[in-house]
């Protein structure tokens, strides 16, 4: 490893034997994610926290982010009696055991939100895989409705539960998500993937959704859109 990156958790390691190791944690809440980095030049790893945010700013990728100047000398603020995040260390003797492990969800806290029957997991469609490129249709691709009906269509006809609009569909470098682009009319979409079974995600910024994620959320809830796929910085922030 290159002493002069982090490595964001988890973290797999091939011994020689074959066996792997992965490093993780688990229960992650008001506390930051652990980094991890060449410890000596050689094998070592060792442990980095990032420094509580003093002061930030807006920035980054089109403005979508929380930049931070100024850090305290304390990773976390916590209330409270608490426990802290469990750190993990698995090893396999096959690369299967890796797929059914499940000693984070053993040791995370307990649900705290009641019934969540109203959650639905599924598969999903994700313009960001492919970009917007398609060919062979009657109409411009783009960040559009034309396209993402397309989209829809696809995800209906393969049994594919949702659709993420990645970023495009808000416009650019506002920072805000009630902004729609012209293009995009999100109650048709919505309406269309309804008819189809399939439901809409939309991708949104940190900063953005940070700003009133109360709002944004009922806002977008109430018109049918089934969550966000959120780009975080929340390792730096113990978010």
């Known amino acids: 490893m290159d002493p002069q990156k982090l490595a964001f958790l988890p973290l797999l390691v091939e011994l020689n034997d074959g066996k792997k190791v992965v490093i993780t ?14 410890a000596n030049g050689k094998y070592g790893l ?44 698995t090893i396999s003797e096959n690369d299967k055991e890796l797929a059914n492990n499940d000693l984070v969800y053993l040791l ?14 599924g598969k999903v469609a994700w313009d960001w895989w492919n970009w917007w490129n398609l060919y062979g249709v009657d109409f411009a691709a783009g960040i559009n409705n034309e396209t993402y009906k397309y989209f829809i269509d696809f995800a209906s006809q393969y049994g594919i539960e949702y659709v993420i ?24 979409l919505v309406k269309y993937g309804a008819e189809r079974n399939v439901g809409l995600v939309l991708w949104a910024g940190y900063a953005a959704m940070d700003k009133d994620m109360e709002h944004v959320c009922q806002h977008y809830s109430e018109m049918g ?12 922030y113990g978010r």
């Open 46 to 89: 060792s442990a980095v926290h990032a420094g509580y945010p003093k002061v930030r700013e807006q920035g980054g990728h089109n403005n979508l982010q929380w930049m931070v100047k100024e850090r305290e000398d304390y990773v976390a603020k916590t209330d409270g009696k608490r426990a802290f995040p469990w750190r993990i260390v």
């Open 25 to 38: 944690e688990a229960d992650l809440e008001d506390f930051p994610g652990l980094y991890l980095r060449n």
């Open 225 to 236: 859109i089934k969550g966000f796929n959120k780009r975080l910085q929340g390792r730096l």
């Open 108 to 121: 995370a806290s307990p649900n705290r939100i009641g019934d969540v029957s109203w959650i639905k997991p």
């Open 165 to 188: 609009l990645d970023e495009g569909w808000a416009v650019n470098k506002q920072a805000d998500l009630f902004q729609v682009i012209p293009e995009i009319n999100l109650p048709e």
